[in-house]
Antibody, heavy 119, light 106 residues
C-alpha cells in the first residue's frame, strides 16, 4: 500500500525558514516522480516543486523559485522541501504527491502538513 | 502560462447527473485529469488521461475531452459525491490545476 506521510509544518514568522519532509513507502521510491503541491486556506491546488524519479531534474513554480529547495534521500525514502524567505502568501497545506505510472498526474497524495507564515 | 477555467459551483439533486466542465486553449490536445477533494481530506484521483477510471472509483464517474473543454460527469449522483473537483493538465513541464468546482448535492 502506497503511503506518503508529511511532517514539519508549523508557525513561522515572515522571512523565516522551515523544512518539510515526506516519508514514502509501498512503492519503488527511485522510480517515480514526487512533488509538493500546496493549498492555501479556502483556495485551490498549486504545484510547488517536483523531483524526477531518475534524480536528474528538479523543478519549481515561479512563485517559489530561488526560495524553496527540494531534496531526496533514497536511503531513507524521504522527500524534503527546504523553504526560506517565507511570505504570508506561502501559508498553505503542503501535500506530498506521487506521480502516476503513466505520468503527468498524481495518483497518491499524503494527508498534508500546514504551514502558517505570520508574525 | 496555460490556464484552466471551471465553474465555481454546480448543484445537483440526488440520483441526477452532475456535469463539471474544464476549459483551456486546445485542451483536447492534452490529457486532462480530475481530482475529488472532500472537506478536510486530501485530493483523490477520479479520472486520468481524459476518460480512464482508477481502480476503486465508481463507474458513475466518467470523463471526456473535446475541443477546448474537458468534462467530468457524475451519473446517479450520491450525497457522498459532494466535494470540490479539480481538473489538471500538463503544460510546459508544469502541472496546471483548474480553480475547482464545488459540487453540492441538494
Amino acid at each position: 500500500e502506497v503511503q506518503l506521510l508529511e511532517s514539519g509544518g508549523g508557525l513561522v514568522q515572515p522571512g523565516g525558514s522551515l523544512r518539510l519532509s515526506c516519508a514514502a513507502s509501498g512503492f519503488t521510491f527511485s522510480s517515480h516522480d514526487l512533488s509538493w503541491v500546496r493549498q492555501a486556506p479556502g483556495k485551490g491546488l498549486e504545484w510547488v516543486s517536483g523531483f524526477s524519479g531518475s534524480g536528474r531534474s528538479m523543478d519549481y513554480a515561479d512563485s517559489v523559485k530561488g526560495r524553496f529547495t527540494i531534496y531526496r534521500d533514497i536511503s531513507k525514502n524521504t522527500l524534503s522541501l527546504q523553504m526560506s524567505s517565507l511570505r504570508a502568501e506561502d501559508t498553505a497545506v503542503y501535500y506530498c504527491a506521487k506521480e502516476g505510472n503513466t505520468g503527468l498526474h498524481f495518483d497518491y497524495w499524503g494527508q498534508g502538513t500546514l504551514v502558517t507564515v505570520s508574525s | 502560462s496555460y490556464a484552466l477555467t471551471q465553474p465555481p459551483s454546480v448543484s445537483v439533486s440526488p440520483g441526477q447527473t452532475a456535469t463539471i466542465t474544464c476549459s483551456g486553449d486546445k485542451l483536447e490536445n492534452k490529457y486532462t485529469f480530475w481530482y475529488q477533494q472532500r472537506p478536510g481530506q486530501s485530493p483523490v484521483l477520479v479520472i486520468y488521461e481524459d476518460d480512464k477510471r482508477p481502480s476503486g472509483i465508481p463507474e458513475r464517474f466518467s470523463g471526456s475531452n473535446s475541443g477546448n473543454t474537458a468534462t467530468l460527469t457524475i451519473s446517479g449522483t450520491q450525497a457522498m459525491d459532494e466535494a470540490d473537483y479539480y481538473c489538471q493538465t500538463w503544460d510546459n513541464y508544469t502541472y496546471v490545476f483548474g480553480p475547482g468546482t464545488k459540487v453540492t448535492v441538494l
